[in-house]
């Protein structure tokens, strides 16, 4: 089962360039997040979708946008990186309030 | 917002002593979370507690829902070093809508 996937797993960017962090599930799950973890610290929720079409702001939604058109993909856009955006990215997914399953994470660098 | 706040940050223990951390919440919570993150790699769901007072059990792993339900507790006993990663509890703002806790990493020496 690949459960959720994301890609990729690293990348460098410079300031002010644009990516978009990929995340597909197979599990049919309606329920997909985004996190940031910055080093030694908690997760911070970026967007969240209940279903396709249906997305809304999580903690920290600031220099990023989301769209949801299928269940299966979820994927996170950054527009004009900046350094403070330099994390680890965490995509998971889950089928109702219960367990989550995260992605192996995308580590990104902004310089 | 909602805050759920952790205690320790850190805690560092020979191998064989018992561990516990904490999470506290500002509001009453439908229900708790705990996540497991390995160094270098994704949380991973241990757990989720419901109901008021409620305890659950999983090999050496003691988890605790307050009879608020505003606060949680895990307990290991006789810890190992496969217990070494940082521990995350999470609880819901709204359904489906979980908020982590800052994490206590736990380090277990030989």
């Known amino acids: 089962n690949a459960g959720v996937t994301q890609t990729p797993k690293f990348r460098i960017l410079k300031i002010g360039q644009s990516m978009t962090l990929q995340c597909t599930q197979d599990?049919?799950?309606?329920?997909m997040y985004w996190y940031r973890q910055d080093p030694g610290m908690g997760l911070k929720l970026i967007y969240y979708s209940v279903g396709a079409g249906i997305t809304d702001k999580g903690e920290v939604p600031n220099g990023y946008n989301v769209s949801r058109s299928t269940t299966e993909d979820f994927p996170l856009r950054l527009e004009l990186a900046a350094p403070s955006q330099t994390s680890v990215y965490f995509c998971?997914?889950?089928?109702?309030?219960?367990?989550?399953?995260f992605g192996q994470g995308t580590r990104l660098t902004v310089v | 917002g909602q805050q759920v706040m952790q205690i320790p940050q850190y805690q560092h223990v020979q191998e064989g002593e018992d561990f516990t951390t904490y999470c506290n919440s500002s509001t009453t919570l439908s229900n708790i979370q705990w996540y497991k993150q390995r160094p270098g790699g994704h949380p991973v769901f241990l757990i989720q507690?419901?109901?008021?007072?409620e305890v659950k059990k999983q090999k050496r792993l003691t988890f605790q829902f307050g009879e608020a339900k505003k606060n949680s507790s895990l307990h290991i006993t006789a810890t190992q070093t496969t217990d070494v990663g940082t521990y995350f509890c999470a609880g819901p703002a709204v359904i489906n809508k979980f908020y982590f806790g800052s994490g206590t990493k736990l380090n277990v020496k030989p």
């Open positions: 599990m049919n799950h309606n329920y």
């Open positions: 998971a997914s889950s089928s109702t309030a219960f367990e989550a399953f």
């Open positions: 507690l419901v109901k008021s007072g």
